[in-house]
T-cell receptor, first 113, second 115 residues
């Protein structure tokens, strides 16, 4: 399976700041890029997702930016809150869904007051 | 709807023992998955199923077997547990694999320790 490389491994952000998590991929056939959020002791849950036909998708304080030529995508959390403290996973898969999601290794975000 | 449930929540095994983890979903999903999560390693796919009676290998299938006898259940078996299988195991399901926008719904996890 093709890898999805995620960075940083951990991130500490002040309350109200912007959290940025980056992912890069190699497989140009990937065309669906979701982000999952996982709170301690819980299973991951879908947060937001993007297809490569748009360069940005925003849902509330969460924004995905997508750069097809660089094969990179990132998650931006605006006005970060302590309740956003969680592990975030980027993922990717191809169309028409020949393979299951390939996950990045995760970023542990801590938002401190 | 209960969503995706996993049994048991915790388990401690001795090396060489066997056990079965049960995953159940009540969303009539076609696709089910087993992942393991280890610190710094993210989520790694063990096996998955695209429908009742079918299974396929994921990224790290060695040492595990699976069965999907009923659409709503996906079982993960460890025939002879090893300390390297100490991990948190997550089951997930989705409506289909072909529709790539389908969300994977995860269970709460099973924490397994092999001594």
């Amino acid at each position: 399976q093709q890898q999805v490389k995620q960075s940083p491994q951990s991130l500490i952000v002040q309350k109200g700041g912007i959290s940025i998590i980056n992912c890069a991929y190699e497989n140009t056939a990937f065309d669906y890029f979701p982000w999952y959020q996982q709170f301690p002791g819980k299973g991951p849950a879908l947060l937001i997702a993007i297809r490569p036909d748009v360069s940005e998708k925003k849902e509330g304080r969460f924004t995905i930016s997508f750069n097809k030529s660089a094969k990179q995508f990132s998650l931006h959390i605006m006005d970060s809150q302590p309740g956003d403290s969680a592990t975030y996973f980027c993922a990717a898969t191809d169309s028409p869904g020949n393979t299951p999601l390939v996950f990045g290794k995760g970023t542990r975000l801590s938002v401190i007051a | 709807n209960a969503g995706v449930t996993q049994t048991p929540k915790f388990r401690v095994l001795k090396t060489g023992q066997s056990m079965t983890l049960l995953c159940a979903q009540d969303m009539n999903h076609e696709y089910m998955y087993w992942y393991r999560q280890d610190p710094g390693m993210g989520l790694r796919l063990i096996h998955y199923s695209v429908g009742e009676g079918t299974t396929a290998k994921g990224e790290v299938p060695d040492g595990y077997n699976v069965s999907r006898l009923k659409k709503q259940n996906f079982l993960l078996g460890l025939e002879s547990a090893a300390p390297s299988q100490t991990s948190v195991y997550f089951c997930a399901s989705s409506y289909s694999l072909a529709d790539v926008t389908d969300t994977q719904y995860f269970g709460p996890g099973t924490r397994l320790t092999v001594l």
